[in-house]
């Protein structure tokens, strides 16, 4: 019997046999795990942008508005890039439970080190915390997988559902209590609360890791000695080059911040295009995987436009919040962190109904087609930043606009999210070639950081006088609102490409 278990991945109770809400003990584990690191993730998140631009004599950094913007979004980016060599980590060296203990253990030492009163600490905290959440975030789901006997386990679907559950729990409850103290007390104690939550995390996984399946100690393709030794020799070498290169900058005086946020920028716009065009240069695939990836590339294309609005709730929009909106409702006096709990909630609470609508939708034969769904997500996502441009125009003169304005925004980015995120990611496993299975759930992440980078990239360029302008908010509108419709012209082209995948 015990062999059994181990052999399926299923551990359905632990030794005392109590399980978890009907599912594996493990499922509360990781449950508890991913909602303490989201708390930390998101409380921090939801403080970084307003501490950016705070002014020197209020504790804050003092950088403008497009840089301060600029900085959240190659943060963001590199979140979801590293999860690509995270999942590689896991794979080849330390399999899924290392690698979400190390990356629990970086991620808290970057929180503490954001609560030291130094900017050069704040900024290496900062890379910590990137690395740390993309060696966690590639394998924790992983793991929720692993308790499961199989795809076909009827309970699968249910524990993945609890687990995000878990996800927005910690979203909502963060910038109450995070954004709260960073806000109204000291914002280094605020981060200093995030590296707690991150800790009790991190303290629950290790106390819990027994009731893990065994399937997540493997290492399911373990890197050989010469394979090792010419990854540690290249990736030495090019950490030697870089510092090298920065050593030089900063030594002739002319390193600031953007030194990091270009290269960075750019890297995250490269490496997705560099990764498309390697897996279609690949002659292993047959014609038909082909034509389901270049299918493909009109569903990345359109979540990276998604992305690069979506992601600006936590940076041009918490500037909004702080500069334009008032933080009064009903006579209540909020901190406008605040705002930052709305997704979360939106989402805890419209997600039911969405996966109602899909299979109500399905048994009539009247379910939208992906491509249809992902052109709704991005007309969504463009007629909330055409909320913002008139929202902008209420602010003009220095007046403080009603805070019901930016619900409006997130609610309208939460139904469009819930359209293009998930469907993405089901849409992703069905056309990925069977050689690149596992890789193209981290190049389907490419599209947060593809998108994160190009929103980068515009606030570096277009400066303080454009960014958070009425007519910012109204072209990146119309982009997205084009980009849907455009997608929406040509789906019989896209749903051609996708051969026997609807």
Avoid at 442 to 451: D, E, M, P, Q
């Amino acid at each position: 019997m015990a062999s059994t278990t181990l052999e399926s991945g299923v551990q359905s109770a632990s030794p005392s046999g109590k399980t978890f809400l009907g599912h594996p003990r493990g499922l509360a584990t990781l449950f508890m795990t991913e909602m303490w690191e989201r708390f930390s993730f998101y409380g921090m998140r939801a403080l970084l942008v307003l501490y950016l631009v705070a002014e020197t004599k209020n504790g804050g950094l003092g950088y403008s508005a497009a840089l301060g913007a600029a900085i959240v979004g190659v943060y963001n980016a590199m979140v979801y890039l590293f999860a690509l060599p995270g999942g590689w980590i896991a794979d080849r060296f330390w399999g899924p439970r290392k690698t979400v203990a190390v990356g629990g253990c970086v991620i808290m030492i970057g929180h503490f080190l954001l609560a030291v009163p130094a900017t050069a600490s704040f900024f290496i905290g900062m890379a910590f915390i990137a690395v740390g959440s993309g060696l966690l975030k590639a394998n924790i789901s992983t793991m929720v997988g692993h308790l499961y006997d199989g795809p076909n386990d009827p309970r699968r679907d249910g524990g993945f559902t609890i687990f995000y559950m878990g996800i927005n729990l910690g979203a909502f409850a963060a910038p109450l209590v995070i954004g709260t103290v960073g806000q109204k007390v000291d914002w280094h104690l605020g981060f200093a609360l995030a590296g707690v939550g991150m800790a009790l995390g991190l303290i629950q996984y290790l106390v819990g890791t027994r009731h893990l399946s065994a399937k997540s100690n493997l290492v399911t393709a373990p890197i050989s000695a010469a394979e090792k030794s010419a990854v540690l020799r290249k990736a030495g070498l090019w950490l030697a080059v870089a510092a090298v290169f920065y050593a030089v900058v900063a030594l002739t005086g002319h390193f600031t911040i953007q030194w990091a946020i270009w290269p960075l920028s750019i890297a995250g716009i490269a490496i997705p295009t560099i990764y498309f065009a390697r897996m279609k240069r690949d002659k292993d695939l047959s014609p038909d995987e082909k034509s389901k990836m270049t299918g493909y590339i009109w569903f990345f294309v359109a979540a990276a436009v998604f992305w690069m609005i979506y992601d600006q709730s936590s940076s041009t929009l918490s500037i909004f919040a702080e500069e334009n909106t008032s933080s009064t409702l009903l006579g209540f006096d909020f901190p406008t962190s605040w705002f930052q709990s709305l997704n979360p909630l939106y989402i805890m609470a419209l997600a039911p109904v969405f996966a109602w609508l899909w299979v109500w939708l399905s048994k009539r034969a009247k379910n939208p087609s992906t491509t249809m769904k992902f052109a709704f997500g991005l007309l969504m996502i463009g007629a909330s930043f055409l909320v913002m441009m008139m929202a902008m125009a209420a602010a003009s003169g220095g007046t403080k606009v009603t805070p019901l304005w930016l619900a409006v925004v997130y609610l309208v980015q939460t139904v469009g999210e819930l359209t293009v995120s998930p469907v993405g990611l089901s849409v992703t496993t069905k056309l990925a070639p069977a050689k690149y299975a596992s890789q193209m759930m981290g190049l389907w992440f490419l599209a947060v950081t593809a998108g994160d980078c190009v929103a980068s990239v515009f606030q570096l360029i277009l400066g303080d006088s454009v960014v958070g302008s009425t007519w910012y908010f109204a072209v990146q509108g119309a982009m997205a609102i084009f980009a849907g419709v455009a997608l929406a012209m040509y789906r019989k082209r896209v749903i051609a490409l996708m051969g026997d995948v609807h």
